[in-house]
């Protein structure tokens, strides 16, 4: 097997420079065999006399087969597909060992904003590669990694990062076989009945060869991604032991087996989740938790002139982030980050005037105009509308994502088939024209792909786009869609406080999170600012002078009623103190920062 190519070392946060990564030798690499992990006679073998050449080329395919895979990314716009390499691009996020100490509820902002300046041990960085590398004072074999981090803040792309470097043999030479698996791809298996080997061949066709005996002799890394996309949710109290690769059983039954050590007991396990959904893993099960927490704020910096290459143009969105305490702190989270870079370098490059996005809710909202406006450059050959400016045929074709996404959110799916566009209106060359918002997953040659799968690009534009369909609903009146949301004693005149409350309790019932940010957006999109900016989604379908002042006085008038922001705010603050969790209720203060309330800081 030729030597790895050589590829440039990935800065840390005190080394911006690019600087030349010498690959591991061939003598280092291959010391051992790549499957039994005998010490080999031949220091530029690959395996043991047992190892046949046929198997050994299945092995080196497939490596093949995830260089190709994870070498390449898109950050949301098809444009980028055939440019963006994930080596250019990436940049070392702060993992640390363990999980905060404890949620401080009132000034979490603050606690993110000095995490990265904490000098304990505990908060001692942790390279991506080194996941499964005990410190010098642990005296542990580290078999089971879970790695927790919010929603965007780069726990798949650490999977694509140290899947590629292991791929190109630069790191963790010492697993013989890796298998990254995702759990949006595993849901598609549904009810179904699979062994393990069977899944390995169905996911990685490469692997067909792959025999039990392979399996019990390989070293063997498993990968599980997005555990709180699983559908269902793991159970380790209820489901039957299995010991066998070739036995058949439910995806769920098999995760869990090998997660306890009955499936593959050699074998390493990492698993990734968004907080929520740790709690289905007994921590008994888990020899390390890291947590991902994001970019420090040289790290911001290094994304951002990664991201374009012209300095003048990335020194200008830098100094603009620096001037928004809460925009700042934000860019925690890369896919937060690539969203800031999309919408300021179309506000920087198209001159325009107008107030620095503040939150999350700012930033998406202007981020779906300069898709809009994108999507008519490319499809309208060139025809000029403001980037404020949404025409009824967008906010139709808008709200038909928004209705889909609102509805799959609400079941837990993210994604979806050809039928499930189709109940929405929607065919899929409506949907792709938005490429920066809905993007398409090909048919892999694979059984179980038999349709093509959409997605969104990223679960909290799914989750955003959810919000200003429901918001729409609020605004129309739609009764069935609200009872069906909030309960049949939904009262159709509520007012606005009333209904942000009502979604509120509803986003604490769920047992994983997973319409906490959908509510924080609700919330966001309550501030007459953002109603404006997207007044044809929110019901303003008129843009007459003479309509949007009639809007803007009924705005004045709640607000200096019984539903004004203050009211809202007092019971949000209210809901906070009462019996909800921690963290939980440190939702409830997102939502303040998202209604620009300053006391949360």
Not at 131 to 138: E, R, T, V
Not at 249 to 277: F, K
Not at 319 to 326: G, L, P
Not at 388 to 400: N, Q, V
Request: aromatic share 6%; glycine share 4%.
């Amino acid at each position: 097997m030729p030597q790895p190519l050589t590829f440039c070392n990935e800065p840390g946060p005190s080394d911006t420079k690019k600087k030349s990564k010498t690959p591991v030798s061939v003598e280092e690499q291959r010391s051992s065999c790549a499957l039994c992990q005998d010490v080999l006679k031949d220091p530029v073998s690959t395996s043991c006399a047992h190892t046949d050449r046929g198997l050994q080329e299945v092995l080196d395919e497939h490596r093949i087969s995830l260089k190709r895979r994870c070498e390449r990314v898109t950050e949301g716009s098809e444009e980028t597909v055939s440019k963006t390499l994930l080596n250019r691009i990436y940049t070392e996020l702060y993992i640390t060992e363990g999980l905060s100490e404890e949620v401080n509820t009132q000034h979490e902002v603050k606690q993110l904003e000095t995490a990265s300046k904490k000098k304990t041990l505990r908060d001692a960085p942790i390279k991506c590669h080194d996941i499964f590398k005990a410190s010098p004072d642990q005296q542990v074999h580290i078999r089971v990694a879970l790695t927790v981090g919010v929603a965007g803040v780069g726990k798949t792309f650490s999977v694509q990062k140290f899947t590629l470097d292991w791929a190109e043999g630069l790191e963790n030479q010492d697993v013989s076989l890796l298998i990254p698996l995702s759990f949006r791809e595993l849901n598609l298996i549904k009810a179904e009945q699979y062994s393990l080997l069977r899944l390995l061949h169905v996911f990685h066709p490469t692997l067909q060869k792959v025999t039990a005996e392979t399996l019990a002799v390989c070293s063997v890394l498993f990968i599980f991604d997005g555990l709180d996309e699983s559908r269902p949710s793991l159970d380790f109290h209820n489901n039957e032991v299995v010991s066998d690769v070739t036995q058949q059983s439910s995806v769920n039954v098999l995760l869990t087996n090998l997660i306890s050590g009955n499936l593959l007991p050699s074998a390493l396990v990492w698993i990734t989740s968004r907080p929520a959904a740790t709690n289905q893993i007994p921590p008994a099960r888990v020899d390390r938790v890291t947590e991902v927490r994001g970019f420090t704020d040289v790290q911001k910096e290094e994304y951002f002139r990664r991201r374009f290459s012209d300095e003048e143009r990335s020194g200008r969105i830098i100094s603009h982030i620096k001037t928004s305490r809460s925009l700042h702190i934000m860019c925690l989270i890369p896919v937060f980050c690539w969203i800031t870079a999309t919408v300021l370098d179309h506000m920087l490059t198209t001159d325009q005037r107008g107030e620095l996005p503040q939150t999350l809710t700012d930033m998406y909202s202007h981020f779906l105009l300069v898709q809009t406006k994108r999507k008519k450059q490319k499809y309208d050959e060139g025809h000029e509308t403001s980037p404020r400016e949404l025409t009824k045929a967008d906010g139709k074709l808008l709200l038909k994502l928004g209705r889909l996404a609102f509805e799959h959110l609400e079941k837990g799916n993210i994604m979806f088939y050809q039928e499930d566009l189709e109940q929405c209106g929607l065919d899929a060359t409506e949907a792709l024209v938005y490429s920066g918002v809905c993007t398409e997953i090909f048919k892999r040659e694979s059984v179980i792909f038999q349709k093509t799968v959409y997605c969104f690009v990223h679960l909290s534009i799914q989750e955003f786009l959810a919000a200003v369909y429901l918001f729409h609903c609020y605004s129309k009146r739609n009764t069935e869609v609200l009872k069906d949301f909030l309960g049949s004693d939904w009262e159709n005149d509520s007012s606005l406080d009333v209904f942000l409350s009502e979604a509120m309790k509803k986003s604490l019932t769920s047992k994983n999170g997973h319409l906490d940010l959908f509510v924080r957006f609700l919330h966001g999109l309550s501030l007459e600012s953002n109603q404006r900016l997207l007044g044809g989604l929110l019901g303003q379908t008129d843009n007459s002078p003479e309509m949007i002042q009639r809007a803007i006085n009924t705005l004045k008038e709640m607000r200096s009623e019984d539903t004004s922001a203050d009211r809202i705010i007092n019971t949000l603050k209210e809901m906070s103190s009462k019996d909800t969790s921690a963290d939980r209720s440190i939702n409830i203060f997102h939502c303040l920062t998202e209604m620009k309330d300053h006391s949360v800081h």
